[in-house]
């Protein structure tokens, strides 16, 4: 009932910039936290960036001061700015809301469908 569809992925040159975004639609009671996360072939998933419903944030050391994560409470869109894009950034970007559908219910992870990052040299 939760779907989330990520857009913003292609192919960029090294020192460019992408803008990837996540929105989520269905029925969704509260938005704890949301993060992007990205793989790469042959490698685990790991932490990109997240926000929590606060507004703090947490980036992944190798992004940190390139990469910023923003939302839209709103919109229950999330958004990851990709700047100076380096070759290693290249992946698979999946967004990651952690969310309420109903007030009596569990808190848990919903995945995005993933959108692929292709940073040439």
């Known amino acids: 009932q939760v779907q989330l569809v990520e857009s913003g992925g292609g192919l960029v040159q090294a020192g460019g910039s992408l803008r990837l975004s996540c929105a989520a639609s269905?029925?969704?009671?509260?938005?704890?936290?949301m993060a992007w996360y990205r793989q790469a072939p042959g490698e685990q998933r790991e932490l990109v960036a997240a926000?929590?419903?606060?507004?703090?944030?947490n980036y992944g050391d190798s992004v940190k001061g390139r990469f910023t994560i923003s939302r839209d409470h709103a919109k229950n869109t999330v958004y990851l700015q990709m700047n100076s894009l380096k070759p290693e950034d290249t992946a698979v970007y999946y967004c990651?809301?952690?969310?309420?559908?109903?007030?009596?219910?569990?808190?848990?992870?919903?995945w995005g469908q993933g959108t692929q990052v292709t940073v040439s040299s």
């Open positions: 990651n809301l952690n969310l309420r559908r109903t007030s009596y219910t569990t808190p848990r992870d919903y």
């Open positions: 269905g029925s969704i009671f509260r938005i704890n936290a």
């Open positions: 926000i929590t419903a606060e507004g703090s944030t």
